[in-house]
């Protein structure tokens, strides 16, 4: 398995331009996340997906649109870049709750520079 | 949302064991202890949760107080790769979804060879 995969790995962005970043994996979990990481900080949530076709903001979705369409992917889009966005994107999955705890599982990181 | 504390570092030797603190004096009854932790320019890896026991795995021990309001991350022998940041999360949850993972900043581990 490749586990969790994330492209692209390095992104240069002007102020106002549009991308999705990319999030595949392998594991055919349910559950999804996007956080970003800011520097000297911990990871904070985006947006969430509980399976294909749910998805559910999280504690700093502006500025950021998700869909599920398929198990296995969950692209994070940035519909108008700003510097405030520069930051590094984690994406995870985990297995549902079955009524016990879950590990996530993290991908690579996408690093994000918006000038 | 359920809070945890933490030092904002911590230094070992290399070959010694390293207790790790993390404070959470507002837990709920349902709510899991969960343990990651980030290596340089890696995403987080998971390393231990617990409920109400102490939990023990090939990376780590797991002591959670009696009254739950503490809890501490053993490893029992550091080595150069345990450098890290590690974080202390509850896991809460809500009317039986899936609990999202809340990171605080974590506490920074260095290890002196």
């Known amino acids: 398995n490749a586990g969790v995969t994330q492209t692209p790995k390095f992104q240069v962005l002007k102020t106002g331009q549009s991308m999705t970043l990319q999030c595949a994996q392998d594991m055919n979990h349910e559950y999804m996340s996007w956080y970003r990481q800011d520097p000297g900080m911990g990871l904070r949530l985006i947006h969430y997906?509980?399976?294909?076709?749910?998805?559910d903001q999280g504690e700093v979705p502006n500025g950021y649109n998700v869909s599920r369409s398929t198990t296995e992917d969950f692209p994070l889009r940035l519909l108008s870049a700003a510097p405030s966005q520069t930051s590094v994107y984690f994406c995870?999955?985990?297995?549902?709750?079955?009524?016990?705890?879950?590990?996530?599982?993290f991908g690579p990181g996408t690093r994000l520079t918006v000038t | 949302d359920a809070k945890t504390t933490q030092p904002n570092s911590m230094e070992s030797n290399e070959e010694e064991p390293v207790h790790l603190p993390c404070n959470h004096s507002?837990?709920?009854?349902?709510?899991?202890i969960h343990w990651y932790r980030q290596l340089p320019s890696q995403g987080p890896e998971y390393v231990i949760h617990g409920l109400t026991s102490n939990v023990n795995n090939r990376m780590a021990s797991l002591a959670i107080a009696e009254d739950r309001k503490s809890s501490t991350l053993i490893l029992h022998r550091a080595t150069l790769r345990d450098a890290a940041v590690y974080y202390c999360i509850l896991r809460v949850i809500y009317g039986g979804s899936q609990g999202n993972l809340i990171f605080g900043k974590g506490t920074k581990l260095s290890v002196k060879p």
């Open positions: 997906s509980v399976g294909a076709g749910i998805t």
């Open positions: 507002t837990i709920s009854g349902t709510d899991y």
């Open positions: 995870a999955s985990s297995e549902p709750d079955r009524g016990r705890p879950y590990e996530q599982y």
